[in-house]
């Protein structure tokens, strides 16, 4: 995934570079200097990889990588754990996943709205995650909700999430 944007990026340099071909004679004299390279293609191409280096290290931090996060982490889908806390260290963004792992048969996971998160309402059994690795894509911004269905997990032992997705 991350060669992948490296390569896209990569690309995005080089027409940079053919833009500022113009300018090369010029820089040309500078990077002989500093480079030491007495043949001007050899200057060329290290102009073309300093631009690329330079783009690569501006622009690859604030590409969206997406990202996996495993509910509650180490502790997983579990009740008497501040999702909240968890959730709150977090920034989750449109393309991210989440993970919540539990054993399966102990929890379960519903993807609910702000009024059933709130009051514990659990929807029909059909509308469980039961697999006890199951994978959530967050496909729009905004708010999403989660609650554990079984037995009264979410209003006695707080065990639901409520995160806001970022574009
Ligand atoms: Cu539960």
Redesign the pocket.
């Known amino acids: 995934m991350a060669f992948c944007f490296y390569v896209v990026f990569g690309a995005f340099s080089l027409a940079f570079v053919v833009q500022d071909l113009v300018y090369l004679v010029e820089v040309n004299e500078i990077l002989k200097n500093i480079f030491c390279c007495p043949n001007p293609i050899m200057a060329i191409i290290t102009r073309i990889f300093v631009v690329l280096a330079i783009l690569n290290v501006v622009l690859l931090p604030t590409s969206t990588i997406a990202t996996q996060y495993v509910v509650g982490d180490d502790r997983g889908?579990?009740?008497d754990f501040d999702y909240q806390a968890w959730a709150s260290k977090k920034t989750f963004k449109v393309g991210d996943t989440l993970v919540f792992i539990?054993p399966k048969g102990?929890?379960?996971v519903f993807n609910v709205d702000g009024n059933s998160f709130a009051k514990c309402i659990i929807p029909p059994p059909s509308k469980a995650f039961t697999s006890g690795h199951d994978v959530v894509p967050l496909l729009a911004p905004g708010k999403m909700w989660f609650i554990?269905g079984?037995?009264d997990?979410c209003f006695e032992?707080n065990?639901r999430l409520v995160i806001d997705v970022k574009a």
């Open positions: 889908w579990t009740i539990y102990i929890h379960n554990c079984v037995d997990h032992f065990q």
